[in-house]
């Protein structure tokens, strides 16, 4: 079945960076695009940033655009959230999920704190 | 701009109708979908194309559009119902999502 896997959060001090990845599995993970969505705590669902199915095309959210980079590796069914420049209000569970939201995984939380 | 507005809050008792809403002026131009988050698990898409149902999603929820807003309606509300439920669209090249509106069942 489609199943979406996140890793990489933690705790993280203010400045420093994280990868986060999302492994997937059960469907051709090549032929859909892909985002990312958050959820501060005590907030709503935040999207962040969609990748094409190629990788071709990036889009973020306007707030984020520039500390936050999305990539993806088609041969390694793997989606990819650089996020640099960490600050506390970043701290959030960070979703992957099919564009269109069809399938999500359960999400790695992050923690920006000194 | 690219705004959807959800009441944050709705409350019913087992067995009633809830209907939640959601407005958005590039709805009138884009489908939305809704999606069910429960604390601690992922978001679960519970309607597409502002009416289509997936498979396995139970028939007492449904949507509807009319202009600017779509609305999620769910009929004979039960307590496992309890979660918060967003609107979505696509808007260009972004994805936005609504508030959230927290269902309460008791």
């Known amino acids: 079945q489609v199943q979406l896997v996140e890793s990489g959060g933690g705790v993280v001090q203010p400045g420093r960076s994280l990868s986060l990845s999302c492994v997937a599995s059960?469907?051709?993970?090549?032929?859909?695009?892909m985002f990312w969505v958050r959820q501060a705590p005590g907030k709503g669902l935040e999207w962040v940033a969609l990748?094409?199915?190629?990788?071709?095309?990036?889009y973020y959210v306007d707030s984020l655009r520039g500390r936050f980079t999305v990539s993806r590796d088609n041969s390694k069914n793997s989606l990819y959230l650089q996020v640099n420049t960490l600050r506390p209000d970043d701290t959030a569970v960070y979703y992957c999920?099919?564009?269109?939201?069809?399938?999500w995984g359960r999400g790695t939380l992050v923690v920006v704190s000194s | 701009s690219y705004d959807l507005t959800q009441p944050s809050s709705v409350s019913v008792s087992p067995g009633q109708t809830a209907k939640i809403t959601c407005s958005g002026d590039?709805?009138?131009?884009?489908?939305a979908r809704w999606f069910q988050h429960k604390p601690g698990q992922a978001p679960v898409l519970l309607i597409l194309?502002?009416?289509e149902r997936p498979s396995g999603i139970p028939d007492r929820f449904s949507g509807s559009a009319s202009g600017a807003t779509v609305t999620l309606t769910i009929s004979g509300a039960q307590v496992e119902d309890e979660a918060v439920y967003y609107c979505?669209?696509?808007?260009?090249?972004?994805?936005?999502f609504g508030g959230g509106t927290t269902l309460t069942v008791l």
């Open positions: 194309r502002d009416t």
């Open positions: 999920a099919i564009d269109g939201g069809e399938r």
């Open positions: 059960g469907f051709n993970f090549r032929d859909y695009g």
């Open positions: 590039f709805l009138t131009r884009k489908y």
């Open positions: 990748i094409s199915y190629d990788g071709s095309q990036r």
């Open positions: 979505y669209a696509p808007a260009d090249n972004n994805r936005v």
